[in-house]
């Protein structure tokens, strides 16, 4: 099961929106809608985000939304703050019960 | 309040064997999937394996069957990873985490970094 592409960086000025993608394939991303986002930030755990492609756990601003077409899942941050600096990864579910992960996209506030 | 507490950081030398835990706290231990996460230095999060809590079912990523087991004690509502002949390659962060529903990994533990060198 090969990880999921991410771009390897994004960056974004405070107030400006951004979006980081994550392509998978028929047996994974496009075949389930159990695709996760996670926050990363140095020294830290990982931070759910979003899952099952759009929904947001209790606490998470809705300036974070997920989405999904086909292969590719997006995850979209509106009015980017300083705190949004970190390290962004994509999971999902696939064929035989497998999880994958992206690569991660580091986010770089300007 | 859930929690995932992992026990605390290892340095090894190869060859050596190691069984490191991820203890829950504030839910029904054997309701929910436990899930081992590696991070090498400087790199991303690697799925290695799942286990239910309620009956031992467990799942392993192909690029970690046979190299590690994933195992529970109900009793003590712990998770564990070991290793029996660890490898410099084996030198990481290793998070647990819970599954919440299918596909989220909801609750994360702190980590476990280890260190395998001669």
């Known amino acids: 099961q090969s990880a999921l592409t991410q771009p390897r960086s994004v960056s974004g000025s405070p107030g400006q929106s951004v979006t980081i993608s994550c392509t998978g394939t028929s047996s994974d991303v496009g075949a389930y809608n159990f695709v996760s986002w996670y926050q990363q930030h140095p020294g830290k755990a990982p931070k759910l985000i979003i899952y099952?492609?759009?929904k947001r756990p209790s606490g998470v601003p809705d300036r974070f939304s997920g989405s999904k077409s086909g292969n590719t899942a997006s995850l979209n941050i509106s009015g980017l703050q300083g705190e949004d600096e970190a390290d962004y990864y994509c999971?999902?579910?696939?064929?035989?019960?497998?999880?994958?992960f992206g690569g991660g996209t580091k986010l770089t506030v300007l | 309040e859930v929690q995932l507490v992992q026990s605390g950081a290892e340095v090894k030398k190869p060859g050596e064997s190691l069984k490191i835990s991820c203890k829950s706290f504030g839910y029904t231990f054997t309701t929910h999937w436990i899930a081992w996460v590696r991070q090498m230095p400087g790199k991303g999060l690697e799925w290695m394996g799942s286990i239910y809590s309620g009956d031992s079912d467990t799942r392993y990523s192909p690029s970690f069957q046979g190299q590690v087991t994933i195992s529970v004690d109900r009793s003590i509502s712990t998770a564990h990873l070991q290793w029996t002949s660890l490898k410099v390659s084996d030198t990481a962060m290793y998070y647990c985490a819970r599954l919440e529903g299918v596909g989220a990994f909801d609750t994360w533990g702190q980590g476990t970094m280890i260190t395998v060198s001669s």
């Open positions: 999971s999902s579910f696939a064929d035989n019960h497998v999880r994958v």
């Open positions: 099952d492609v759009s």
